[in-house]
């Protein structure tokens, strides 16, 4: 079959991994009916669509969604939908019951030739999202010039989150259902005040002008809210800084749960929010509790955007070896960006050993850990698989293995080694159903380990993200 062949009413069938859905063939040819389809882009199952060819392989086909014919019977108009590419939530037309139901048909589907490798697997249900709208704690928004698929047109402001795919487009909407209502209503005075003054946005391509990016941190446990506003303070025009202070001021009078503001002076060519920060009100950071622990976290420090479910997930993962929990003495903790997961085994256990590549994402982790009393930690900042080779060759063990590794891969010298450890236990975290299941075909058939149990975890409703735990034990 020729690349850009029309494939015309096909009805999809599933989502197999990520954005790739899954169809099948119907043609009158023997040799090709039945072939297998993988559509890229977003579609809703069981809805029928006209594709365009872009590979056309022995066994299956590669191809691109041109439109939809007949909407799927599951999808329902989401009252809060403004539009339903709007970054971030391309599924918020699918009611959450059916996001649960096709989240966890994909781990079953990433996970089926495991069960070849070992009989039982036991897929507990998806622990749903405690909260399914409003929950991000933390969201960016760019300035920027728009032309977006609705409104084909260029203004001289405008201020919304970059297009998917398009990162010189934006769309222009004045709220989102990802943020809660206090942090909505923040943002559209910060746009009205932006606009108000007519200063330019920033341009990408010719690198000048004002207004650059908003960044809102909201924690959900203490109410507390950070402001990171980005400007270019070497543009010309603009000779001091005060009318934003200004307004700045006004703004925390009105919304006492402002506790952080910092302006980003950004003459950054990169298309980044956070460059030189100048704490211009009150707290150098904000204040988040989870499970009995408190975070100080600033502003370039990383953190679960969902806070609610990052309890749940933690809670979860705890759970999985809670009856032995007080017989470990040390836990290795690979790979932990947020420094969150080892703080919560560290009241629980003897020592814990966290490892992680990026230093900055360490920013707050000492702080945090005097803060809630904490001593029986330590940090490794190095590669996973640098660290577990000079540990091993030193006769060091643990009882206990964490890993959540990047959404691409395990490097396969970390992954060998992880089975050197007499560990009863190890617990894996993922976020991406294929790269865990190219990694728990390798452990069962390479180790003794066996899978014990698996939970979905749904962090980000409306999108097709999904957390899965393993438990693995020998
Ligand atoms: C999925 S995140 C971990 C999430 C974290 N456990 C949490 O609770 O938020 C993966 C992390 O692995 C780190 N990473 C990637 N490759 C690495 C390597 N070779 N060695 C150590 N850390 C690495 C990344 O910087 C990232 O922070």
């Known amino acids: 079959m020729k690349k850009n062949t029309i494939l015309e009413n096909i009805l999809v069938e599933k989502l197999v991994f990520w954005w790739k859905w899954f169809a099948r063939l119907k043609s009158d040819n023997k040799d090709i009916d039945w072939k297998a389809i993988f559509i890229t882009w977003w579609v809703i199952p069981q809805s029928v669509v006209n594709l365009r060819v872009l590979k056309s392989r022995s066994d299956f086909i590669e191809a691109q969604l041109l439109d939809v014919v007949k909407k799927s019977p599951i999808e329902k108009e989401n009252k809060n939908n403004i539009y339903w590419m709007q970054a971030w939530i391309p599924w918020i037309n699918i009611p959450y019951e059916e996001q649960l139901k096709i989240k966890e048909n994909q781990i079953k589907e990433s996970l089926f030739h495991i069960s070849k490798l070992q009989n039982n697997l036991e897929i507990s249900p998806i ?8 929950y991000r704690n933390k969201i960016e928004f760019s300035f920027w010039k728009f032309i977006s ?3 084909n047109k260029e203004e001289h402001f405008n ?4 297009k998917q ?4 487009k934006i769309e222009d909407f004045d709220w989102t259902i990802l943020i809660s209502k206090l942090a909505n209503d923040i943002y559209k005075e910060i746009k009205e005040f932006a606009k108000a003054s007519w200063y330019p946005v920033y341009d990408q391509f ?8 908003i960044v809102l941190r909201e924690w959900f446990f203490t109410k507390q809210i950070m402001i990171i506003f980005s400007v270019n303070h070497k543009y010309e025009w603009v000779k001091n800084l005060d009318f934003i202070y200004d307004f700045l001021n006004n703004l925390v009078k009105k919304y006492p749960q402002i506790t952080s503001i910092y302006l980003s002076l950004n003459d950054n060519k990169a298309d980044i929010a956070i460059w030189e920060l100048e704490l211009i009100y009150w707290k150098n950071f904000i204040e988040e509790k989870l499970l009995d622990l408190t975070f100080n976290i600033s502003p370039k420090s990383f953190f679960q955007t969902n806070s609610f479910q990052a309890e749940v997930l933690y809670k979860e993962v705890l759970n999985q070896v809670w009856d032995e929990l007080k017989d470990f003495n040390k836990v290795l903790d690979l790979y932990w960006w947020t420094w969150t997961i080892w703080m919560v085994f560290a ?4 020592e814990v050993i966290s490892v992680e590549l990026i230093e900055s994402a360490s920013k707050d982790w000492e702080l945090n850990a005097l803060k809630n009393n904490l001593t029986n930690i330590s940090f490794v ?7 577990l080779k000079s540990y091993l060759e030193n006769n060091q063990n643990c009882d206990l293995l964490i890993i959540d590794p990047p959404r691409t891969w395990i490097h396969p010298d970390a992954l060998r080694d992880i089975l050197k450890f007499d560990s009863r236990y190890i617990i894996y975290v993922s976020c991406n159903p294929a790269t865990l299941s190219r ?6 058939k390479e180790s003794e380990y066996k899978i014990k149990k698996i939970t979905p975890v749904d962090m980000f409703p409306h999108t097709h993200h999904i957390e899965t735990i393993v438990l693995l034990w020998k």
Do not use: C, G, M, T
């Not at 900042?381 to 660290?387: A, G």
């Open 159 to 162: 201020l919304w989150f970059h």
């Open 127 to 134: 622990v749903p999202s405690w909260l399914i709208d409003n």
């Open 347 to 350: 009241k629980h256990v003897k």
């Open 381 to 387: 900042n190095k590669k996973v698989e640098d660290f």
């Open 206 to 213: 010719d690198q000048k002008w004002f207004f650059r990016h």
């Open 149 to 151: 698929k609705n409104q």
């Open 165 to 168: 795919w398009e990162f010189s």
């Open 439 to 444: 990694d728990l075909a390798y452990i069962l």
